[in-house]
């Protein structure tokens, strides 16, 4: 049985609502593996040697909807930060050739969520009869991301609808009945009710077009109040020639609406597609930065698409996506930023007594931590940075004042830095 010191998170499945799917039979099956999953967790023996109340800090739980925000279970404020992993290879029967090391890894890089693909054709590739395997190894991968600190959000991911012009449906549905958003979130209510439902736009809002997405009801007519925003985003220069020529002004534009549709609506976003960015070119790296400095602007979580072998080389991608953030807010997140020219990263949150959690904050180089940059107002004694095992990556963890506050920290990460400790900032 795995020890404490990997099982740091729980899971929690959440469903990108599309037009098509029967999903009872995969939702039975990783509702299933996750009820085990919490099981084993809250079972297994705490390791002596782990700080139980970090351990507690790092655990978010269940995560839910309130208003325009995500919720753990200690009612922080969370950022999901993340990639997109989804196989489109009917070869490889739409499942990457992965290990529990390589979502390790993807801790390591900071990230706290994966958007997983889910492919119709892989889950019932003739009617009603439902490929065992594929979801054998869709269960494996929850499991390993939950072991690593990992949310998952399952995609029902398809592009131009069908296996027979791209991937998703199978072949045999592809000119059978559509089912309408309604319709699915009943179903999939049916066996859980205690995950989120993601609903997406239509390819419109890539152009900046205000979507009519609006929230779903349950079957005796009540909203559903575990509902979410994720919407796909991408420049109209992606899949171009100019693709490394993007327009920030017209990027800007497509992010303020998904904004603006959020608060409309009130419930939360996450960005489940943005990017498909490849190279290494200058004008790339610039394009990652404006649009994760939108996220940033807005408080908006994201999975970047995609994750790709090699990508861990490319500049934009450990320069740029990987980076401070905070995962985990103990109370009401204000804003925070990371400024690419100064290195400066700063951040401010609002605490009540009625949040008693601590925030976290990843660190993604703590040998380059300038020690006498940490200002920290209303110093905790007990506040620490913990190391995240075989990398140079880390976790700020900041116990709560229990009062009613203006909390703000700020750092700056520059090179040849080595020894750190937290500084008590001037309350203002």
Request: charge should be negative; proline fraction near 3%.
């Amino acid at each position: 049985m795995p020890s404490s010191l990997n099982l740091i998170k729980g899971s929690f499945i959440a469903l990108t609502i599309e037009f098509k799917y029967h999903l009872n039979k995969i939702m039975i099956r990783i509702t299933i593996a996750l009820s085990l999953f919490f099981v084993i967790l809250n079972g297994c023996n705490p390791d002596k040697n782990v700080n139980q109340s970090a351990l507690n800090d790092l655990a978010g739980g269940i995560i839910s909807v309130e208003g325009t925000q995500f919720k753990d279970s200690f009612d922080r404020h969370i950022i999901l930060s993340g990639i997109n992993k989804v196989n489109k290879d009917k070869k490889m029967n739409y499942i990457d050739n992965d290990s529990l090391s390589s979502y390790a890894q993807l801790n390591k890089y900071g990230f706290n969520c994966i958007c997983l693909g889910v492919i119709w054709d892989g889950v019932e590739p003739e009617p009603g009869k439902y490929d065992e395997k594929y979801l054998d190894k869709l269960e494996e991968i929850v499991i390993w991301a939950a072991q690593n600190g990992i949310y998952v959000l399952l995609d029902m991911h398809q592009d131009l609808y069908s296996v027979l012009y791209s991937d998703g449906a199978p072949e045999w549905a592809t000119l059978t009945e559509k089912q309408l958003h309604s319709t699915v979130a009943n179903s999939i209510r049916e066996v859980d009710t205690a995950h989120i439902l993601f609903i997406e736009h239509s390819y419109f809002g890539n152009s900046g077009i205000s979507s009519g997405i609006q929230p779903l009801k349950k079957a005796n007519g009540e909203k559903d109040d575990l509902v979410a925003y994720a919407a796909h985003a991408y420049d109209l220069s992606v899949d171009t020639k100019n693709y490394d020529n993007p327009s920030n002004s017209r990027v800007e534009l497509i992010f303020t609406r998904i904004n603006e549709k959020s608060q409309l609506i009130n419930i939360p976003v996450i960005v489940g597609e943005w990017g498909a960015l490849s190279g290494d070119s200058e004008a790339i790296k610039m394009s990652a930065c404006f649009i994760i400095g939108l996220f940033e602007r807005l408080g908006l979580s994201n999975t970047y698409c995609a994750y790709y072998k090699g990508i861990e080389q490319d500049n934009y991608f450990k320069n740029v996506l990987i980076r401070p953030y905070p995962q985990y807010t103990g109370g009401v997140l204000s804003n925070y930023g990371f400024n690419r020219e100064t290195n400066l990263f700063t951040c401010t949150w609002e605490e009540s007594p009625d949040v008693n959690a601590s925030t976290v904050i990843y660190i993604p180089d703590i040998e380059n931590l300038v020690n006498e940059s940490i200002l920290l107002n209303h110093k905790i004694s007990s506040t620490v940075i913990r190391s995240i095992k075989d990398s140079k990556a880390a976790y700020m963890i900041i116990p709560v004042t229990g009062d009613s506050v203006t909390r703000t920290i700020e750092f700056t990460i520059n090179k040849n830095q080595a020894s750190f400790s937290i500084e008590a900032k001037t309350n203002r």
